[in-house]
């Protein structure tokens, strides 16, 4: 396949060391691996690492020629654009630089931003606002570093499609800001997934590829931890139509090693399972 295929970090075990989680994504036959930068202090920490530390996974990446092409960038759950404290939409946009920054030292080429403007809060008009606002800054920081921002398909109703997307790209008409489908999330909707490839195209960066459970009038939908192949989404019906729209970007398996007892061995199977869709859809 000529589209690269990577590997969400958080499907690692968390134990692994940089050097280890490289060497394992290498081995089980991936091309790059997706960085998490959550909302959990630990993780957040990163974007305030030492030269020496940023030195020392430089090297790693580049002795093991195993790239972390992208950052799957949550923190903003925990402080999000759109929030009613001046002091949190002060701190969000604190990360956002310091993102930015970690990822144009890293060599990391795109920055997955959650579709929230708020996460913990109650949204209303004042939150939307300030998220758009707030992504209004962080595309101007993005430009000046050349670091695509690229917001992710959610799994709440806030920006659950592309079609929704649409609307802040046609606000803010910036060529550094993108989306990043998941393939779960876009399905678990109900949306015409075809139609919203097709109207997003020149604007899609990369696609996340995970299973999921439909919402219905009954049930919420289950947007994580559903093994490959128990879902609803119709991967093959999907790749074809990327396939006829000509998409030569990345895929990316998202999954959590959490859910399994033995993580190397599902992700394994679930890379199987998603080339063989991807072979039957025409990549």
Known sequence: MDNLLGIYEKALPKDMDWSTKLKTAKKL?????EISIDETDERLARLCWSKDEKR??????????MP????????????????????VREQALDLMEKAINFAGEMGIRVIQLAGYDVYYEEHGEDTLAYFIEGLKQSVA??????????????DTTFL???????EYDNLIKSPWLAVYPDLGNLSAWGNDVGYEL??????????HVKETLNVTDSFPGKFRDTPFGTGNVDFVTIF????????????LIEMWADT????????????????????????
Not at 29 to 33: M, T, V, W
Not at 56 to 65: C, H, P, R, V
Not at 160 to 166: L, P, V
Not at 260 to 283: M, T, Y
């Open 29 to 33: 036959g991936f091309d790059f691996i």
């Open 56 to 65: 020392q996974l430089l090297q790693d990446i580049a002795e093991l020629q």
């Open 68 to 87: 972390i092409m992208s950052m799957c960038f949550s923190g903003h759950r925990r402080y999000p654009l759109g929030s009613r404290s001046p002091e």
């Open 141 to 154: 920081m993005a430009a000046k570093h050349q670091v695509m921002l690229a917001i992710e398909i959610m």
């Open 160 to 166: 659950n499609s592309i079609q929704k997307y649409m």
């Open 198 to 207: 097709e109207l997003g195209y020149s604007r899609i960066v990369a696609i």
């Open 240 to 251: 074809k139509k990327l396939k006829s729209l000509g998409y030569s970007g990345p895929f």
């Open 260 to 283: 399994f007892d033995e993580p190397l061995v599902e992700i394994a199977r679930s890379r199987e399972f998603v080339l063989d869709k991807l072979k039957a859809g025409g990549f």
